[in-house]
T-cell receptor, first 114, second 112 residues
Framework: IAGITQAPTSQILAAGRRMTLRCTQDMRHNAMYWYRQDLGLGLRLIHYSNTAGTTGKGEVPDGYSVSRANTDDFPLTLASAVPSQTSVYFC?????????????FGPGTRLTVL | KNQVEQSPQSLIILEGKNCTLQCNYTVSPFSNLRWYKQDTGRGPVSLTIMTFSENTKSNGRYTATLDADTKQSSLHITASQLSDSASYICVVSANGNNRLAFGKGNQVVVIP
């Protein structure tokens, strides 16, 4: 069982370019999440999905969009990247919502926007 | 203001020694508290989870405590090993809310 996979592992991107970060889980978890982690700020929620077909905004959603066409995949898109989006991005999933279940994190994508 | 505060921000300890990390939170109503370990370049991994009625939980050499009255938790690492070098993140969940409140982490470096 792979758990959660993310791709790419790292990416350098020119400002203004479009970029999609991929996330796939094989645990059949209902809920999925995207976080960014910046030095000194900890993990911040960007978007989440409680179940396939639904999405919601987190703490820092501006400049990002997500989709949840099926249970396994939860891509994160930066329509027009800006340098402030330089960060490490983590995808996570949990069996259910409500905070009762442990969130399992992927290995992260390190994104640099120049 | 962050709802989860951790201290110390960082510490260096000698291999074999013990250390204690602190977490204070203001999240309410409280549901549960987790400690995650994040190795450099990796995603966080859950170590322990405690609900309101639990005041201690162990996972090998890691022991977490919770005082829900004072809204404080600690993570004690016994007989530290080089592999304990990591960031330890305190995460608090509120009742009826799937949003988690994350601390900024305690950066632990174990030296031989």
């Amino acid at each position: 069982i792979a758990g959660i996979t993310q791709a790419p592992t790292s990416q350098i991107l020119a400002a203004g370019r479009r970029m999609t970060l991929r996330c796939t889980q094989d645990m059949r978890h209902n809920a999925m999440y995207w976080y960014r982690q910046d030095l000194g700020l900890g993990l911040r929620l960007i978007h989440y999905s409680n179940t396939a077909g639904t999405t919601g905004k987190g703490e820092v959603p501006d400049g990002y969009s997500v989709s949840r066409a099926n249970t396994d995949d939860f891509p994160l898109t930066l329509a027009s990247a800006v340098p402030s989006q330089t960060s490490v991005y983590f995808c996570a999933s949990s069996d259910s919502t409500g905070g009762a279940d442990t969130q399992y994190f992927g290995p992260g994508t390190r994104l640099t926007v120049l | 203001k962050n709802q989860v505060e951790q201290s110390p921000q960082s510490l260096i300890i000698l291999e074999g020694k013990n250390c204690t990390l602190q977490c204070n939170y203001t999240v309410s109503p409280f549901s549960n508290l987790r400690w995650y370990k994040q190795d450099t370049g990796r995603g966080p991994v859950s170590l322990t989870i405690m609900t309101f009625s639990e005041n201690t939980k162990s996972n090998g050499r890691y022991t977490a405590t919770l005082d829900a009255d004072t809204k404080q938790s600690s993570l004690h690492i016994t007989a530290s090993q080089l592999s304990d070098s990591a960031s330890y993140i305190c995460v608090v969940s509120a009742n009826g809310n799937n949003r988690l409140a994350f601390g900024k982490g305690n950066q632990v470096v174990v030296i031989p």
